[in-house]
């Protein structure tokens, strides 16, 4: 499989914003909607993603104000099609691990931390917004690469999800593009696949294996994955298989079954 690398892209001018979705999930109130519109207009945003919304009247019109266009060009699409087309996909939740050998809320960043970790790329990035009744499910949290959070009061941590999107879009406001393209869902869920088939083949216990795969996604998550990295990442287990299967023998670059990624 050909895999593009950064070199082999064109040039990306700097002025351009990096491309970010504002992804409710399931939300239950369209005033909610509507103000989430106002509030992501204010700071730059436009690109409004609603997972299953209720129907929309001139309630959520009216909350918008100056923002209809964001509402009325919102984007009704599956959670699933949000996942295969987002390099890199966030999740937001109030509702932190009690412990933190946890790995599924673990570890969590702020989201002037994430603006740290994304400043320098370009690709398309997805922020999911839970339910205001009970946020995102542990499922959908686990699919996501980062979990990001807003400091609050212990005795009353869950904002509401028009407060949580106008606190994000601020601190995210003005994010130019960087040089460096992200690597692709496809690309990273071929990745985590492999890792997958690795931990089987040196006979990882089975018990363990998902929540280090969980582990892994954490960990690569944070790092936000290009291309090449991501391809590298590949070889690495690729050379590994060889060995495993060939100990003691010089690495054959021509075995294509445990090709590296790099030619």
């Known amino acids: 499989m050909h895999l593009e690398t950064t070199e082999s892209l064109p040039e990306k001018p700097n002025k351009d914003p990096l491309q970010i979705d504002i992804v409710l999930v399931e939300p239950l109130y369209e005033g909610n909607i ?9 700071f730059g945003f436009h690109n409004l993603v609603l997972i299953n919304p ?14 209809k266009d964001v509402l009325e060009n919102a984007e009704r699409i599956t959670l699933d099609e949000v996942f295969a087309r987002s390099n890199i996909c966030i999740a937001t939740t109030g509702g932190l691990a009690k412990s933190v050998t946890n790995p599924m809320r673990m570890p969590y960043y702020s989201v002037a931390e994430l603006r740290e970790m994304i400043k320098d790329v370009y690709g398309r990035i997805a922020i999911l917004f839970g339910r205001e009744n009970w946020g995102l499910n ?126």
């Open 138 to 263: 542990n499922e959908e949290i686990a699919r996501c690469d980062i979990v990001c959070t807003i400091p609050t009061d212990e005795e009353y941590p869950i904002l509401n999800i028009s407060h949580a999107v106008g606190i994000v879009c601020y601190e995210l406001a003005h994010l130019q593009r960087g040089e460096y393209h992200l690597a692709s869902k496809i690309e990273i869920e071929s990745l985590y696949a492999h890792l997958g088939r690795f931990l089987e083949g040196i006979q990882h216990p089975v018990e363990k294996r998902e929540t280090t795969l969980l582990l892994a996604r954490r960990v690569l998550g944070r790092t936000i994955l290009t291309i090449r990295e991501a391809s590298t990442l590949h070889g690495i287990l690729r050379r590994t298989e060889w060995h495993l299967k060939h100990p003691g023998q010089a690495y054959d670059a021509e075995d294509r079954e445990y090709w590296d990624g790099e030619e």
């Open 34 to 42: 509507g103000f989430a519109a106002r509030v992501m207009k204010n």
């Open 54 to 67: 209720p129907k929309l009247s001139m309630e959520a019109e009216a909350r918008a104000s100056h923002a």
